[in-house]
């Protein structure tokens, strides 16, 4: 049974730093693209970065660029958002998700965990 779990949201002021991590079990970690989604109240859920399986390669939304970083750890199945200058619009429920094949859609989600930037 795959097992995504994420940890580390809080609330935070503007400007400050948070560092989500999500734990991965039942799959094998190394051989997965893993995504990091986000959804605030009464909006859609939208693509915030990914990473490849073996770490090389990070993709990311326009309004995260060069302020948030994702990163993995194969050994921990362990995969990292480190946000930065965050902003109020930051707000949101961030969430992990994995998947194998490029461009398909990400089967496996976890429950997601709250962030809260105050102005």
């Known amino acids: 049974q795959v097992q995504l779990v994420e940890s580390g949201g809080g609330l935070v002021q503007a400007g400050g730093s948070l560092r989500l991590s999500c734990a991965a079990s039942?799959?094998?970690?190394?051989?997965?693209?893993m995504g990091w989604f986000r959804q605030a109240p009464g909006k859609e859920r939208e693509f915030v970065g990914r990473?490849?399986?073996?770490?090389?390669?990070?993709y990311y939304a326009d309004s995260v660029k060069g302020r948030f970083t994702v990163s993995r750890d194969n050994a921990k199945s362990t995969v990292y958002l480190q946000m930065n200058s965050l902003k109020p619009e930051d707000t949101a429920v961030y969430y992990c998700?994995?998947?194998?094949?490029?461009?398909?859609?990400?089967?496996?989600w976890g429950q997601g965990t709250q962030v809260t930037v105050s102005s």
């Open positions: 998700a994995a998947r194998v094949y490029a461009n398909s859609r990400y089967p496996y």
């Open positions: 039942g799959l094998t970690f190394s051989t997965y693209t």
């Open positions: 990473i490849t399986a073996s770490g090389d390669i990070t």
